[in-house]
């Protein structure tokens, strides 16, 4: 299965020449629901982790005063409300008198008091092999990124809630067969669905935030730039910054813009999207994806718009970027 985007409307480059040098390569990462293991890159998937590694966790500054639910539980209702999609060309199936119990019992909410306190393991969040990511920049040495998080309030901002891996494959002996699950799950929506990638190179031109006021106020007024010329809408590698959407773009030498460990310059390095396309992106709707497309089993026409359930905010974006100068820091997040 493959994932190819259509043409641009326009070549931008043609009526802003001084684009051209700007122009990056990013990697539309395409999840789609599925059942990768630790060889594939993934978005909710396995990691390719070395048994002998102590397993990352974190701890939350706040205690959640929403009801919490267990990962386990998630996953099965996940498994049980698959099966009722409706597939292409007749009804989905009924569930019975028992899996509606047990799809009740893992529906079901619990009080963040119920739950022990304390560090909780965090969850895979993806794997990107060097093979499917074309155009990011893996340090010397190393073949393979994982970013784990503590689903939660926390991928945002600076903390150990969200961290990177890189790996060099060769290193990894002694795989470990199953990672430590968190106790309770305080953001449900920040569970992905297990998914693997359909990984495809994209060129982008810089969002206005990363232009000077003047060429920004130029392409203002090329109402669609934004939407269909600049940056690629849902998950990918690299590539530019998404755009800033409901709040203004912090100062270029603000500190929310500098590593939260050494101060240097950051730059984008996992975009995690909300929807792969949609008005006022539909231009970027892949070819495979339009009327009548193959879906995976079980997945409905919103999930192929929406393919990892995860949501960020009101459905905004999430920016991971990571250090310049030590890509092994922790990395920068921040709801644009």
Known sequence: MTRTTPPRPLDITEAFPELAGLARTACRL???????????????GPLLWPA??????????????????KL??????????????SPPGGPGETLTEDEQETLRRASADHPPESFPSGPQALIPLAQLYS?????????????????LWAPSYEIEGDSAAVQLRWRRTSEVRDVLLAAPEPVYVAMQWCVPVPCVLHPEPVREFPP???????????????????????????????????????RDPPEPDSAELRC???????DALLTVGG???????????????????ERAPGQSSQDLRD??????????????????????????????
């Open 260 to 266: 939260p460990e050494c101060g240097g310059p950051v």
């Open 131 to 147: 093979r499917d990511a074309p155009g990011l920049a893996f340090p010397q040495g190393t073949d393979l990124l994982q970013v």
């Open 72 to 85: 386990a539980d998630i996953h099965l209702r996940r498994t049980l409300l698959t099966r009722t999609y």
């Open 275 to 293: 929807t792969e396309w949609g008005k006022p992106n539909d231009s970027w709707r892949p070819v495979e994806c339009g009327e009548g497309a």
């Open 30 to 44: 395409h999840p789609v629901p599925g059942k990768p293991t630790v060889h594939d890159s993934s978005v909710g």
């Open 307 to 336: 393919p990892t359930d995860v949501t960020i905010g009101r459905g905004y974006t999430l920016q991971i970027y990571n250090c310049v100068g030590t890509p092994s820091h922790l990395p920068r997040r921040i709801m644009q």
């Open 52 to 69: 002998d590694e102590p397993w990352p966790e974190y701890e939350l500054t706040y205690v959640p005063y929403e009801p919490v639910t």
């Open 208 to 246: 206005y935030q990363s232009l000077d006021k003047d060429l920004a106020a130029r392409l203002m007024e090329w109402d669609f730039y934004e939407s269909e010329l600049s940056v690629a809408p849902g998950w990918k590698a690299g590539g530019w910054p998404a755009h800033f959407t409901f």
